[in-house]
C-alpha cells in the first residue's frame, strides 16, 4: 500500500468501520437483542434476523446491502453452517459463526465451511468491535487472488485492466498501488455509496446459473490447473466481466473442489450414515453435494457440461429477476423442441409447456445434469451419483430442459448445455415431467423411464440400493423408479430451490448441495418420490401438480403432497410422509419423500396406476435403459414394464 | 437527597452480592456497559426477555423429559439453546446446572438429568427473583445511576 493511496483515504479510513452493515441471524432473541446493541455501540449498522432463511431472503433482496453476516450455530430452520456456505457461494460475504458451543468439531466445521470467524457465547463486545478486519481482509485476498493469478499473465493485462477501471487510475499502474487504491475505493465507496452499485464500488457479480456453467466450462477446457482468471474470463467472453470477478469466483470454485475432495473420500460413510438421519445437518451432506459436483467434474467423472450444470446451481447466485427470466427463454426454446419431438402419451399432456414453475426449472436442470448412466455402485455413492450426474447428462439434456422451465431459474443456462449432453429427450421430461414435474419436481422427473437419467438423478437417493424399485417402473407405466428417481433428484434441488425461492426472488441456492445432500440423504425415500411422480402421471395428480409447482415451494410442496396423495405412496410413502416442513427442512423432506418413494418403488407402482407411459419411451438411449436396469434391481433389460405404452424408446429423439 | 443515596446504596450493595454470591457475572457487566441514555433499561428489558424466551424452552425440556425413553440428543440440543441464553445475561449459576445437565445427556444418564434440571430450575426461579427485586430497587433509586455500573 503506498502512503500517497491510504494518506489520500485517510479520512475515510477514519470513518471507517464505522457504519458497516451487518447482518445477524440467530433465533435466540435474548441473544440477538444483546449482540444488536453491542453492534450499534461499535457504531454499525445492524440488521437482525431470527430465522436463516428470512437472513437469505433479506441478502439477496439487498445484494451489496450488506458487509458482512454473523451466524449462530444452532438454528431450528436451517443449520447455520448450511447457511454459511450458501451465503459464501451466493454472495460472497464475510460470515462470523457464534455458539455456546467450543467443542473443538463445531469450531473446526466452522472453519471448514468457510467461516471467518468463529465466536463462543455469551459474546463480548470487545469481540465484536473487530470484525470489520474480516471485510477488509477478504476483499484484500480477493485482490491477491487477483494479483497472484494475474501474475502468470503478463502485466500488459494488467495494466489493460488497470485502465478499465477508470476509478481507479489515479496510483501508478503497479500491482500494489492498485490494489490498495482500490481497496481504498472500496472503503470509501462503502461509507460514502452504499446504495451505489456503480463502478465506484467493488462490484460484486452475481454468478448466476449460467454465468457459472460458463466458468466452469471454461475452467474444464482449460484444466483445473491451468486455468487462470485471464483465459477463463477469455473463455468465457463475459462483456463487464472482469478478472477480478472471475479470480475470486476461482478461488471459491478452487476451495469448494477441495472440500469436495476431502469429503468425497468418506462418502461412502456420510451417505450410509445419512441415509437414515433425515434430521442429520445438511452441512456435511451439502458440503458433499455441490461440492462433489465439482470434483467429480473436475476429475473427468462428470461431464464438463452436467458439471456445469451442477455448479451453475451450486455456484450461481440467485438473481432473482435474471434466473427466471433465462430459464423461460430457454423453457421456451426447449418445450418447442421437446414438444415437437415427442409425442408422449398424453397424460402427460403437460408437457411442459406450461412451463410451471421457474423456480423448479432450477431444480430440474440440476438434475439434467445427473448422468442418466446410473450404476448400482454409484448410486450408493454420492460421488457415485454424482458420476451419473455426468452421465444422465447426456441423456439428460433433453430433460434437462424440461427441468429448466420448472421452476429453476438458474438452470436454463444449464438446461441449454446439459440437453445436449445428456441426450435424454427432453421432451421426455417433459412429459414425463408434467406428470412428475406437476408433482413438484418442475418437471425433472420426467425422465423416469429412462431411469438412467431418473436414475442417475436420484441415485443419489437411490444408490443403487435403494433403486430396486425399477422394476416398479413398469406398473406404473413408466418406472416409478426413475420418475420417481429423477424427481428426487429433483426433489431436492426442488427443494431447495424452493426453499430459495421461497422467500426471495430466486435465491436459488446451490442447487447442486441440495441435491446431493438430499440424494444421499433420501436414498431410501426415492422410492417415495416414485409414488409421487406416479401419481402425477395419472391425470389427477398431474393436474394438481402444475398448481403446486407454481409456487415457488411448489415442488416441495408438490413433492409432499405427491407422496402423500397418491395412490402408490400409500405403501411407501405412507410410512415416511414428510411431515416436515417443506420451508426450512427441504432436506430432510427430500429425505423422506426419497425414502418413501423408495419402498414405493418396491412396492410396486402399480398402486399408483400411472400410465406406464410417460417414461419408458422417453429415454430411447439402450445404455441408459440398461445402465440404470442394472441399478435398480427389479429392473432388467428385458423388462417389460419398461415398454410402456405409447413411447417408443427408438422414436424418443434424444 | 439523603433517602435517595440510601437507595443508591442499597442497590449497588444488592448488586455487588448478586456478583458475590454467584448467581451472575461479568457478562452481566457486559450488559450493563451497554446500557446508555438511548437505553436506559437496557439490562431489565435483556432479562424480562430472556425470562420469557427461556419459559417455553423449559417446558419443551420437561416434556421431553417426560418421554420415554429419553431422547438424550434432543435433551442435549434444548438445553444448549437454553445455555447459550443463560450464558448471555450471565446468570452463573443457570448456566453451570446447564453444563452438568449436558453432561448427564452426555453419558445417557436419565437420573441425573432429572435432578439437574430441578436443581436448574431452582436457580432460575431465585435469580429471576433477585433480578426482579435489583431492578426495582433500582428503579426507585434513579434508573440512569443504579441500573449502570458506578464509573
Request: net charge neutral; hydrophobic share 30%.
Given at each position: 500500500m503506498s502512503t500517497s493511496t491510504w494518506k489520500s483515504g485517510e479520512s475515510v479510513s477514519e470513518q471507517f468501520p464505522a457504519g458497516l452493515r451487518v447482518l445477524v441471524v440467530d433465533d435466540d432473541p435474548t441473544c440477538l437483542k444483546i449482540v444488536e446493541k453491542m453492534l450499534k455501540t461499535c457504531n454499525y449498522e445492524v440488521t437482525t434476523c431470527n430465522r436463516a432463511e428470512k437472513a437469505l431472503a433479506l441478502l439477496q433482496a439487498h445484494r451489496n446491502g450488506f458487509d458482512i453476516v454473523i451466524s449462530d450455530v444452532h438454528m431450528p430452520d436451517m443449520d447455520g453452517f448450511k447457511l454459511l456456505e450458501r451465503i459464501g457461494l451466493e454472495m460472497d460475504l464475510p460470515v462470523i459463526m457464534m455458539s455456546a458451543d467450543d467443542g473443538k468439531q463445531v469450531v473446526m466445521k466452522g472453519v471448514t465451511h468457510g467461516a471467518c470467524d468463529y465466536l463462543i457465547k455469551p459474546i463480548r463486545i470487545e469481540e465484536l468491535k473487530n470484525i470489520w478486519q474480516h471485510v477488509v481482509r477478504k476483499r484484500k485476498n480477493e485482490w491477491k487472488e487477483l494479483e497472484q493469478s494475474t501474475s502468470i499473465e503478463d502485466g500488459v493485462d494488467r495494466a489493460h485492466k488497470q485502465s478499465e477501471d477508470a476509478d481507479y487510475s489515479s496510483s501508478a499502474n503497479e500491482g500494489g498501488n492498485w490494489k490498495s487504491s482500490k481497496r481504498r475505493k472500496d472503503e470509501e465507496d462503502e461509507l460514502e455509496e452504499r446504495d451505489d452499485t456503480s463502478t465506484l464500488k467493488k462490484p460484486r457479480v452475481v454468478w448466476s446459473v449460467e454465468l457459472h456453467q460458463q466458468f466452469v466450462a471454461a475452467v474444464n477446457q482449460l484444466g483445473i490447473d491451468k486455468a487462470v482468471p485471464k483465459k477463463i474470463l477469455e473463455l468465457m467472453n463475459v462483456p463487464g466481466l472482469t478478472r477480478e470477478n472471475v479470480a475470486s469466483h476461482l478461488q471459491k470454485y478452487r476451495l469448494y473442489l477441495r472440500r469436495l475432495s476431502g469429503v468425497s473420500q468418506h462418502q461412502g460413510g456420510v451417505s450410509n450414515s445419512f441415509m437414515g438421519t433425515q434430521d442429520a445437518t445438511f452441512s456435511p451432506i451439502s458440503s458433499l453435494t455441490g461440492l462433489d459436483l465439482q470434483t467429480l467434474a473436475v476429475t473427468g467423472q462428470l461431464p464438463p457440461q452436467s458439471l456445469a450444470t451442477l455448479q451453475a446451481v451450486g455456484f450461481a447466485r440467485p438473481s432473482p429477476k435474471s434466473g427466471l427470466s433465462i430459464p423461460m427463454i430457454d423453457q421456451r426454446n426447449l418445450f418447442s423442441f421437446d414438444n415437437s419431438k415427442f409425442k408422449f402419451g398424453e397424460g402427460q399432456g403437460q408437457q411442459q409447456q406450461q412451463q410451471p414453475n421457474l423456480g423448479n426449472n432450477k431444480q430440474l436442470n440440476l438434475l439434467h445434469g445427473i448422468p442418466t448412466t446410473m450404476e448400482?455402485?454409484?448410486?450408493?455413492?454420492?460421488?457415485?451419483?454424482?458420476?451419473?450426474?455426468?452421465?444422465?447428462?447426456?441423456?439428460?439434456?433433453?430433460?434437462?430442459?424440461?427441468?429448466?422451465?420448472?421452476?429453476?431459474?438458474?438452470?436454463?443456462?444449464?438446461?441449454?448445455?446439459?440437453?445436449?449432453?445428456?441426450?435424454?429427450?427432453?421432451?421426455?421430461?417433459?412429459?414425463?415431467?408434467?406428470?412428475?414435474?406437476?408433482?413438484?419436481?418442475?418437471?425433472?422427473?420426467?425422465?423416469?423411464?429412462?431411469?438412467?437419467?431418473?436414475?442417475?438423478?436420484t441415485f443419489p437417493l437411490n444408490h443403487g440400493t435403494e433403486l430396486p424399485g425399477t422394476n416398479s417402473f413398469p406398473p406404473l407405466g413408466s418406472p416409478p423408479g426413475i420418475q420417481s428417481l429423477t424427481h428426487k433428484g429433483q426433489f431436492p434441488q426442488d427443494i431447495t430451490v424452493n426453499s430459495e425461492i421461497k422467500g426471495s426472488t430466486a435465491g436459488g441456492f446451490i442447487p447442486g448441495y441440495y441435491v446431493l445432500n438430499d440424494l444421499q440423504q433420501l436414498r431410501s425415500h426415492d422410492w417415495e418420490l416414485q409414488n409421487v411422480g406416479l401419481n402425477f402421471d395419472s391425470p389427477q395428480s398431474a393436474s394438481s401438480l402444475p398448481g403446486s409447482l407454481e409456487s415457488?415451494?411448489?415442488?416441495?410442496?408438490?413433492?409432499?403432497?405427491?407422496?402423500?396423495?397418491?395412490?402408490?405412496?400409500?405403501?411407501?410413502?405412507?410410512?415416511?410422509?414428510?411431515?416436515?416442513?417443506?420451508?426450512?427442512?427441504?432436506?430432510?423432506?427430500?429425505?423422506?419423500?426419497?425414502?418413501?418413494?423408495?419402498r414405493i418403488?418396491?412396492?410396486?407402482?402399480?398402486?399408483?396406476?400411472?400410465?406406464?407411459?410417460?417414461?419408458?419411451?422417453?429415454?430411447?438411449?439402450?445404455?441408459?435403459?440398461?445402465?440404470?436396469?442394472?441399478?435398480?434391481?427389479?429392473?432388467?433389460?428385458?423388462?417389460?414394464?419398461?415398454?410402456?405404452?405409447?413411447y417408443n424408446i427408438d422414436n424418443i429423439p434424444v | 437527597m439523603d433517602q435517595r443515596n440510601q437507595f443508591h446504596r442499597q442497590v449497588a450493595l444488592m448488586r455487588q452480592s448478586l456478583f458475590d454470591q454467584g448467581y451472575i457475572d461479568?457478562?452481566?457487566?457486559?450488559?450493563?456497559?451497554?446500557?446508555?441514555?438511548?437505553?436506559?433499561?437496557?439490562?431489565?428489558?435483556?432479562?424480562?426477555?430472556?425470562?420469557?424466551?427461556?419459559?417455553?424452552?423449559?417446558?419443551?425440556?420437561?416434556?421431553?423429559?417426560?418421554?420415554?425413553?429419553?431422547?438424550?440428543?434432543?435433551?442435549?440440543?434444548?438445553?444448549?439453546?437454553?445455555?447459550?441464553?443463560?450464558?448471555?445475561?450471565?446468570?452463573?449459576?443457570?448456566?453451570?446446572?446447564?453444563?452438568?445437565?449436558?453432561?448427564?445427556?452426555?453419558?445417557?444418564?436419565?437420573?441425573?438429568?432429572?435432578?439437574?434440571?430441578?436443581?436448574?430450575?431452582?436457580?432460575?426461579?431465585?435469580?429471576?427473583?433477585?433480578?426482579?427485586?435489583?431492578?426495582?430497587?433500582?428503579?426507585?433509586?434513579?434508573?440512569?445511576?443504579?441500573?449502570?455500573?458506578?464509573?
Open positions: 448400482p455402485k454409484q448410486l450408493a455413492n454420492l460421488h457415485q451419483s454424482l458420476e451419473n450426474i455426468s452421465n444422465m447428462q447426456v441423456p439428460v439434456s433433453q430433460g434437462n430442459s424440461i427441468l429448466m422451465h420448472r421452476g429453476t431459474a438458474r438452470l436454463p443456462p444449464n438446461v441449454g448445455q446439459p440437453v445436449t449432453s445428456n441426450g435424454l429427450p427432453g421432451g421426455l421430461l417433459p412429459r414425463n415431467g408434467h406428470a412428475e414435474n406437476g408433482r413438484g419436481a418442475g418437471g425433472y422427473t420426467n425422465p423416469v423411464p429412462q431411469t438412467t437419467s431418473s436414475a442417475a438423478l415457488a415451494s411448489s415442488s416441495l410442496y408438490v413433492q409432499q403432497g405427491i407422496s402423500r396423495s397418491g395412490p402408490l405412496r400409500n405403501s411407501s410413502s405412507g410410512g415416511s410422509k414428510p411431515s416436515f416442513p417443506v420451508e426450512g427442512t427441504h432436506n430432510q423432506n427430500l429425505g423422506s419423500i426419497v425414502n418413501s418413494s423408495v418403488k418396491s412396492e410396486n407402482v402399480v398402486d399408483a396406476g400411472c400410465p406406464s407411459t410417460l417414461y419408458p419411451e422417453h429415454f430411447g438411449q439402450e445404455d441408459l435403459m440398461s445402465a440404470l436396469l442394472k441399478q435398480q434391481e427389479g429392473i432388467g433389460p428385458g423388462n417389460p414394464d419398461f415398454d410402456f405404452d405409447g | 461479568e457478562q452481566f457487566v457486559q450488559l450493563e456497559e451497554l446500557q446508555d441514555d438511548t437505553n436506559p433499561n437496557f439490562v431489565e428489558e435483556v432479562v424480562t426477555l430472556y425470562y420469557r424466551d427461556s419459559a417455553r424452552l423449559i417446558v419443551s425440556i420437561e416434556q421431553a423429559l417426560d418421554k420415554s425413553p429419553l431422547d438424550f440428543n434432543k435433551l442435549d440440543s434444548l438445553m444448549h439453546q437454553f445455555k447459550g441464553s443463560s450464558s448471555s445475561i450471565g446468570a452463573r449459576k443457570v448456566k453451570a446446572e446447564c453444563t452438568q445437565f449436558r453432561e448427564y445427556c452426555k453419558a445417557e444418564n436419565g437420573e441425573g438429568c432429572m435432578r439437574t434440571f430441578q436443581q436448574m430450575k431452582k436457580e432460575y426461579a431465585t435469580l429471576k427473583k433477585r433480578l426482579e427485586a435489583y431492578f426495582q430497587l433500582a428503579r426507585q433509586a434513579g434508573p440512569s445511576q443504579a441500573a449502570s455500573r458506578p464509573k
